[in-house]
């Protein structure tokens, strides 16, 4: 046998060992990969922020329309609105939930309606205050109108 | 502790088919280049070997496609490639000492018998044990079983001492090293041990320097092993063992407190001892000294404990270079002792740095894979023992290939599924079997609890049948 083969063959084996290795790695790139992140912030944006205050709250990045509260418990806490209506109360199951005793369950309901925003009350205990009107039927909601409701004033911003 | 929960669990019964037919290849053919080598021939039994071979590795791949699904892909095929590639070197070296006059040779037949026996014992570890937890319920006895292991070679009659160490016992006609087979016994006491009373020694303490040191009252069994482990290097003059038994337990009490200051007191005590005893015992004191001093013509030259081994060593790996000799070109046989102790020096002579890189390379992901086999099984138990034994076997290989490459003190210590010797293969591959079947309990889907949540919130897991909630609740 030539020396040249039994080079080849030499170096071949170390090859062959290494790909052995390497090959065995490959299989175990899932432990690198596998394990899902899920990112808090990111499955945050999805929740409506309800309990204390967000100052780290996502901003939009185009300006999109959003609820704002500017007084009350809730100051600061924002709202990102999409084509779904939003309901305000004390109810777990609201979107905005106010922890407020002046405030009904199910409190209010901002919804769109052919391209604008309407502000309807729900029958509550205290009213909601368009300015300083009650709310009696369904009405159209400008931007930076403060409503109030209970101890807290929600506002349209875009 | 933490778990991780991948999110999609493959079986990966494919790509360990896969990796094995690799592996396999690896084997053989370094079997057939060692016949190349040496002869010039492929040798002329290529065939039944093989196939004896491929019906081992088989054999554990239908056992684990029977009893644990969903065992780790790449643990039997690492082991079987090292096991393989041990395997032919020792035929190599057979066929040097065969040459020789005068020199003990039949090393290859008789290490595929204990290679057969091993493959043989592991299935059988796998097919008994169904559920790694039922090791807890020896907790105690592991431990008596383990001691009692360590202790036999000191028995009158059973035991034998060779070359300066008495780690030999004889049965019979049959010899062996026990304390191979009690690292085993003694992790599953520790792991059972430990997770019972981490707390006492995770937790009670007061803190020194950053340091949360343990109260002077639960450094009881620390001190035990300790003085157990400076036993063995006294009366059985076995530096490894010794290492091994306590650095096992260091490390599995450092899983499972998660206290830096246990490695500290751990490494503190090791040394006290390590400098005591080589002050106190010669064959200690030239062990050190042939570490230092090796190049000194009179430590060379030196009989008994003297550096000749070695650095002949040396000598083999530094003509392999970076792509080695060959397998079957260079000359290990030179060395003593060349296929147990001196196998790594031996295949980095015919394989070179490159081929010895891959080799230690498969040992470091087995090694992994053990630890990623601890962080995934849920109970604690099976994390304390799962992390004890990869730890025991990567430790293992760094105390002898530290050794051979003289960065630490020479200790006889084989290197795990490489090396020559029963006793250690036959250890290797149990090892080898727990760690399939912890690692099927790590990544099989957990079992769909069906939560019955009451009026308070709190889920109670629905009732299942789990076999350490009969002995307490594992934390």
């Known amino acids: ?16 060992l290494w790909i052995f290795v390497l090959s065995a790695i490959a299989v175990l790139r899932r432990d690198l990969y596998g394990t899902r992140i899920v990112e808090r912030r990111a499955a945050r944006k999805r929740v409506v922020p309800e ?45 905005l939930v106010l922890d407020d005793d002046y405030s009904s369950s199910r409190h209010a309901r901002i919804f769109p309606q052919s391209g604008s925003w309407f502000v309807e009350d729900l029958g509550s205990t205290n009213g909601t205050f368009l300015g300083d009107q009650r709310v009696e039927s369904p009405t159209q909601l400008a931007t930076g109108t403060p409503v109030r409701v209970g101890q807290s004033v929600i506002e349209l911003q875009r | ?111 595929l018998a204990w290679t057969a026996i091993s493959v043989a014992l592991a299935a059988a570890v796998l097919i008994l044990l169904r559920d790694h937890r039922t090791l807890r319920r020896y907790t105690y006895t592991a431990m008596v079983v383990g001691l009692g292991l360590v202790a036999l070679p000191l028995v009158p009659g059973i035991g034998q001492q060779i070359n300066g160490a008495r780690i030999w016992a004889h049965i019979g006609p049959i010899g062996m090293q026990p304390a191979e087979f009690a690292k085993i016994a003694l992790a599953v006491f520790f792991a059972g041990y430990l997770v019972t009373h981490r707390d006492t020694l995770a937790l009670a303490g007061s ?80 062990r050190f000294e042939a570490w230092l001093h090796a190049f000194d013509p009179d430590v060379y030259g030196r009989s008994p404990g003297g550096s000749g081994q070695l650095v002949q060593g040396l000598f083999g790996m530094a003509g392999g270079g970076l792509f080695g000799t060959g397998l079957g070109q260079g000359r290990p046989d030179m060395v003593p002792y060349a296929e147990s102790d001196f196998i790594v020096a031996s295949l980095g002579e015919e394989l070179g740095l490159t081929g010895l890189m891959a080799l230690l390379m498969i040992s470091l992901v087995l ?27 990567a430790f293992q290989t760094f105390v002898v290939v530290g050794g051979v490459t003289r960065l630490i003190p020479l200790t006889g210590l084989t290197t795990p599924f490489l090396a020559y010797g029963g006793s250690s293969l036959l250890a290797n591959w149990v090892i080898v079997a727990l760690l399939l079947r912890i690692s099927n309990d790590a990544r099989r889907p957990a079992p769909v609890v069906s939560a019955l949540t009451p009026a308070g919130g709190i889920p109670v897991p629905a009732p299942q049948d789990d076999p350490t909630e009969r002995f307490g609740r594992v934390r």
């Open chain 1, 51 to 95: 309990a204390a205050p967000q100052q780290d709250a996502p901003r939009p990045k185009q300006q999109a329309l959003r609820l704002v509260v500017t007084e009350g418990p809730l100051t600061g806490t924002i709202v990102p609105l999409g084509s779904s209506s939003v309901l305000i109360g004390r109810a777990p199951g609201c979107t």
């Open chain 2, 207 to 286: 803190k020194v320097l950053g340091l949360q040191l343990p109260r002077a009252r639960d450094l009881g069994p620390i001190i035990i092993v300790w003085a157990a482990s400076l036993a063995v290097l006294v009366f059985e003059r076995d530096l490894g063992t010794s290492l091994l038994l306590f650095g096992m337990f260091v490390a599995m009490l450092y899983l499972a407190t998660e206290r830096l200051s246990w490695v500290v007191i751990g490494l503190l005590l090791f040394v006290g001892g390590a400098a005591l005893a080589a002050t106190a015992f010669s064959h200690v004191g030239a």
């Open chain 1, 1 to 16: 046998m030539s020396e040249l083969t039994i080079t080849l063959l030499r170096l071949g084996y170390l090859a062959l």
């Open chain 2, 367 to 393: 090694a992994e894979r053990g630890l990623r086999t601890a962080i995934g099984v849920r109970d604690g138990f099976g994390k304390l023992l799962a992390g004890g034994l990869a730890f025991v076997v």
């Open chain 2, 1 to 111: 502790m933490t778990t991780i929960e991948p999110h999609r669990v493959r079986a990966g019964r494919g790509s360990e088919l896969g990796l094995l037919l690799l592996a396999l290849m690896v084997g053989i053919g370094a079997y057939a280049l060692v016949g190349l080598g040496v002869e010039g021939e492929v040798p002329a039994d290529v065939v039944g070997y093989s196939t004896g071979l491929t019906a081992l590795a088989l054999l554990m791949h239908v056992v684990l496609r029977w009893r644990a699904p969903y065992a780790d892909p790449v643990i039997l095929p690492l082991t079987v490639g090292l096991n393989g590639v041990g395997l032919a070197m020792i035929y190599r070296l057979d066929l040097a000492y065969a040459a020789k006059p005068n020199h003990d040779s039949g090393f290859a037949g008789r290490q």
